[in-house]
């Protein structure tokens, strides 16, 4: 008798084993599922831009990215303030100034001035010198 009611508690024991193996294997493919197709609206998500390798030396605003091109040396930023993510379209006395708070960073996006705490993004650009472009992925 012992035997009997010892081997049906090893064998609900086993169930709820088995079964809480295939509940936990069916919520990681669940999650993990999540998780790629998070990947894949994030990817979609990122702006692919094409600007013009400006031709003068300076300051240029295109939207989300400023370039700052010295005589061979291209400095490519995020226009995108650090702080609560205004649009920095303007220079003043050799200073990119955000118009929301005056946050101010040098030329080449370095924090002057806050309440911004870091500086100007920096997004990867690959130049394109056929087509005279900058691709900029951001
Ligand atoms: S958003 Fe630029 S300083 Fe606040």
């Known amino acids: 008798m012992k035997s009997i009611l010892t081997e049906k508690l090893l064998s609900r024991k086993n169930f709820i084993q088995l079964a809480l193996i295939l509940v936990t294997s069916y919520l990681l493919r669940f999650w993990y599922q999540i998780i790629q197709d998070k990947k894949l609206v994030l990817q979609s998500l990122r702006q692919k831009l094409r600007i013009k390798i400006p031709t003068y030396p300076g300051i240029s605003f295109h939207e989300a990215i400023i370039i700052h091109k010295q005589e061979s040396r291209l400095t490519v ?20 100034v955000c118009p929301c708070h005056g946050s101010r960073f040098s030329l ?13 993004a920096r997004p990867t650009y690959r130049l394109d010198t056929k087509a005279g472009e900058i691709h900029v992925e951001i």
Request: net charge negative; proline share 6%.
């Open 108 to 120: 080449d996006g370095e924090l002057r001035k806050g309440p911004a705490q870091d500086n100007l």
């Open 77 to 96: 930023m995020s226009s995108k303030c650090p702080h609560l993510g205004c649009q920095i379209n303007k220079e003043e006395n050799q200073e990119l």
